[in-house]
């Protein structure tokens, strides 16, 4: 009897360890069209990588919103957790394990009507550019000599403000997410919006730096490769018109 007891509670902890093991973390930080939440679930660019690979693969995927500057440091309690999603360029190489590419796209200083950048030189004419807090683009300022313009923020609707009412100069963003930014969530006419190349900047999915990537990250990174390469999700790429 105590046989037949001591099998069944091994078989038990058997099945409860394999249900853990199916399970992965999402840190997350709301960063339209990249990432974001729609009733209740991931969406946008990443969030449908992560939910269509998880579906696939028999995966559970456990949400956990975070502050950006904060993300980084939460991969390190779970083994199986994956930060959606940061910036990779030449100025953030050390900092995290880069796990899965989402796209890539331009880097650019962002202005509206007459302040117009043609050079560099005009960047000096700038008062205040707005970057988003614990992101790469204030590297991108500092390369061209303005680091003392850089204002940072996690309220996007309050920068988008600024740079309307003319309280910043503009902002500095992947073309994309600027773009989301100025003209979607800000209602700011596209005739209005200039653009300035600075750099370039790919989006990732990352996991923790340190550590030895778990068997079940990386299965799931496999899963997460064949949905992007599935035609669905190149039309969603060139719709954005932003590369692989």
């Known amino acids: 009897m105590k046989r037949n007891l001591f099998t069944l ?33 991931l969406d946008c660019m990443a969030g449908v990588l992560l939910k269509n690979a998880a579906k696939a693969g028999g995966y559970t995927l456990k949400l956990s919103e975070v502050p950006w500057a904060r993300a980084i440091d939460a991969l390190d309690k779970n083994p199986n957790a994956i930060f959606a999603a940061t910036g990779r360029n030449e100025f953030s190489e050390a900092g995290s394990a880069w796990y899965h590419q989402v796209y890539s796209d331009k880097v650019n200083l962002f202005t509206l009507d007459g302040k117009k950048m043609s050079s560099d030189a005009d960047i000096a004419k700038l008062s205040k550019v707005i970057v988003r807090r614990g992101s790469p683009f204030s590297a991108y300022m500092k390369k061209k000599g303005a680091e003392d313009k850089v204002a940072e923020t996690a309220d996007w609707k309050q920068a988008v403000s600024m740079v309307e009412a003319g309280r910043a100069d503009g902002m500095c963003l992947s073309n994309l997410i600027g773009t989301t930014n100025l003209v979607t969530i800000g209602k700011i006419a596209e005739s209005r919006v200039n ?3 600075v750099g370039g900047i790919s989006w990732w999915l990352v996991t923790a730096a340190h550590k030895q990537l778990s068997p079940d990250l990386t299965a799931f990174k496999g899963l997460l490769d064949a949905e992007k390469a599935k035609p669905y999700f190149q039309d969603i790429l060139k719709g954005y018109k932003v590369q692989n």
């Open 9 to 41: 509670l091994g078989a038990l902890l058997l099945v409860q360890g394999s249900l853990q093991a199916k399970e992965i973390e999402v840190f997350w930080t709301d960063n339209p069209p990249l990432i974001c939440q729609k009733n209740g679930e």
């Open 195 to 197: 653009r300035y190349e």
